[in-house]
């Protein structure tokens, strides 16, 4: 239980974004990735940075009272524990979850309420497409985007493998399988197994590299392609993690059934959300569901719904595996 009044909690959540802001402007500077070799004094961050000293002090000073950085004598700074996963060379890195959130998505989340009352998509209606498209345009923000997803999903990774069996499969196909960090841990951890990294022509031109430092060019095909239009065949196993809370029922029915169409009879659909819980217990996927809605314009999903999706596109949905942190796996058997 905590002591703090219900009047000062409160304001706390209602300023959130302050230290969300702040993050975001120290990821921007690359500050964690300054300090890096050691502390460093103010005035040399702020000749590193282009910015004005007296004012990035005080930016600094701020996010030191939370934790992230410490401030020394003299206006040094340096890394804690918070701010070393700003630091962009790290396993775990958080600093383009930092940039994706402090920026369009923000801005996105600006026009939370228009949406709840129009309907209208957040995202499309401050940059005038939907993101998908967006990031097609973008390159830098797109490599932030795929970046960004392993910082706030990768946890997520170990944490199936752990939870979820995947023996029997000989050929596991990712769909929007992004810049290929999870099939990569998945195939590293199944010897045996082949992949298919299936997602649009920009991603997989950034994720190849990836999938060759991994050394898995001899056991993991890349597809480029329009997962509305078709997906590839050959698997015995389809994942998709974080793809189908992205679309409305309509849109997941056709990926789904695009899905269906290439697969065989009992082979798995293996979808990987957050399946939202009955109850008032704290549950960041209803959060995720907000910027579901604003952002791509899909939605996460309870069980029932599951349910009713898997039906309708022609599975079977067998069990759903608890894993860890906040995701389950969602297994299915194509009919
Ligand atoms: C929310 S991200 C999830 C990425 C990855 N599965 C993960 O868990 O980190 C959605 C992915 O879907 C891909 N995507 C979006 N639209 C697509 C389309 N029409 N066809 C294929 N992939 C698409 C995006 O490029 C992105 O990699």
Redesign the pocket.
């Known amino acids: 239980m905590t002591n703090i009044p219900p009047q000062a909690q409160l304001g706390e959540m209602i300023t959130g974004y302050w230290i969300s802001q702040a993050i975001y402007a120290a990821a921007k500077f690359g500050i964690a990735d300054l300090l890096n070799e050691g502390s460093l004094t103010v005035d040399e961050l702020a000749t590193a940075t282009a910015t004005k000293p007296d004012l990035l002090y005080r930016h600094l000073r701020a996010l030191a009272s939370v934790g992230i950085f410490a401030e020394e004598d003299h206006k040094r700074f340096s890394l804690t524990p918070l701010a070393e996963p700003l630091r962009s060379d790290i396993q775990g890195s958080q600093r383009s979850l930092a940039l994706m959130m402090g920026e369009d998505q923000y801005r996105a989340w600006g026009n939370l309420a228009d949406t709840v009352e129009t309907g209208d998509n957040a995202y499309e209606k401050v940059f005038g497409k939907p993101?998908?498209d967006h990031?097609a345009e973008q390159p830098e923000k797109?490599r932030i985007?795929?970046d960004a997803?392993?910082g706030?999903?990768?946890r997520?990774?170990g944490a199936i493998i752990d939870a979820y069996d995947f023996s029997g499969i000989n050929v596991i196909a990712?769909?929007?399988?992004?810049?290929g960090?999870?099939i990569s841990s998945i195939l590293q951890s199944y010897p045996d197994m082949k992949g298919i990294l299936?997602?649009?022509p920009?991603?997989v031109g950034r994720t190849r590299p990836n999938i060759e430092a991994a050394g898995l060019s001899g056991r993991c095909q890349l597809v480029?392609?329009?997962?509305?239009?078709s997906?590839p065949a050959g698997a015995d196993a389809y994942?998709?993690?974080?793809?189908i809370?992205?679309w409305d029922d309509e849109k997941s029915l056709t990926?789904l059934k695009n899905c269906h169409s290439v697969m065989s009879s009992g082979s798995k659909l293996l979808l990987?959300e957050s399946v939202i819980p009955p109850g008032n217990d704290p549950f960041m996927g209803k959060f995720l569901d907000l910027a579901m809605m604003l952002i791509?314009g899909g939605k996460e999903r309870t069980e029932n719904e599951y349910h009713e999706l898997y039906d309708k596109a022609g599975f079977d949905l067998v069990r759903i595996v608890p894993t860890s942190t906040e995701v389950s796996v969602i297994e299915g058997v194509r009919r």
């Open positions: 993101i998908f990031l797109a985007f795929d997803m392993t706030i999903h990768g997520e990774t990712d769909i929007g399988g992004g810049n960090s999870k299936f997602d649009l920009h991603v480029d392609g329009d997962f509305f239009q997906v994942i998709m993690r974080h793809i809370h992205d990926i990987v791509p």
